[in-house]
T-cell receptor
Framework: DTEVTQTPKHLVMGMTNKKSLKCEQHMGHRAMYWYKQKAKKPPELMFVYSYEKLSINESVPSRFSPECPNSSLLNLHLHALQPEDSALYLC?????????????FGSGTQLSVL | AQSVTQLDSQVPVFEEAPVELRCNYSSSVSVYLFWYVQYPNQGLQLLLKYLSGSTLVKGINGFEAEFNKSQTSFHLRKPSVHISDTAEYFCAVSVGGGSYIPTFGRGTSLIVHP
């Protein structure tokens, strides 16, 4: 299994809603990442988990709350989002955090905030 | 800190023609270089990477790239493109031992016309 699976594929939510994005991989990777990607832009790093511990938080607003319950699962909890948070949210994993590591990306969740 | 510049935001080309997508990087230390491809409504997929050794790197789908240290470039080439190569291409740079998360360029949209 060489896939990173993200659910849901599409999500529409209001600014008062609470929702969660889910990411799963069964490749034994110990580093997992959340990226945000606006249309026609490169992915922007949000969070990095290494061995289930948060190692990087790129000054992301607290309305985004990551969680890594185990080595295969990564969640992103969303609350009180703004319309400008609408974007493609990509999850990725790698064997470990290291400069030469290949990132495996999921297909993303397309989020629309109304 | 490292950075990467993709000079062309869009490259139109006819099917079966050769193509070159340009990437230049800047870093004060040795780097690792990557090319990722993103098809519509998909995550990113690694095409190829340069870590060390031979400066000519071959990747998937007939793509190759050449690392040129003196010109700080890592251009992507394909001798004959197909319609299915239409996608967004991202160059990325990473360093070891410090900031190990790749920095992505802004992307180049390759548009293959029949």
């Amino acid at each position: 299994d060489t896939e990173v699976t993200q659910t849901p594929k599409h999500l529409v939510m209001g600014m008062t809603n609470k929702k969660s994005l889910k990411c799963e991989q069964h490749m034994g990777h110990r580093a997992m990442y959340w990226y945000k990607q606006k249309a026609k832009k490169p992915p922007e790093l949000m969070f990095v988990y290494s061995y289930e511990k948060l190692s990087i938080n790129e000054s992301v607003p607290s309305r985004f709350s990551p969680e890594c319950p185990n080595s295969s699962l990564l969640n992103l909890h969303l609350h009180a989002l703004q319309p400008e948070d609408s974007a493609l949210y990509l999850c990725a994993s790698s064997v470990r955090t290291g400069g030469n590591e290949k990132l495996f990306f999921g297909s993303g969740t397309q989020l629309s905030v109304l | 800190a490292q950075s990467v510049t993709q000079l062309d935001s869009q490259v139109p080309v006819f099917e079966e023609a050769p193509v070159e997508l340009r990437c230049n990087y800047s870093s004060s230390v040795s780097v690792y270089l990557f090319w990722y491809v993103q098809y519509p409504n998909q995550g990113l997929q690694l095409l190829l990477k340069y870590l060390s050794g031979s400066t000519l790197v071959k990747g998937i789908n007939g793509f190759e790239a050449e690392f040129n240290k003196s010109q700080t470039s890592f251009h992507l080439r394909k001798p004959s493109v197909h319609i299915s190569d239409t996608a967004e291409y991202f160059c990325a740079v990473s360093v070891g031992g410090g900031s190990y998360i790749p920095t992505f360029g802004r992307g180049t949209s390759l548009i293959v016309h029949p």
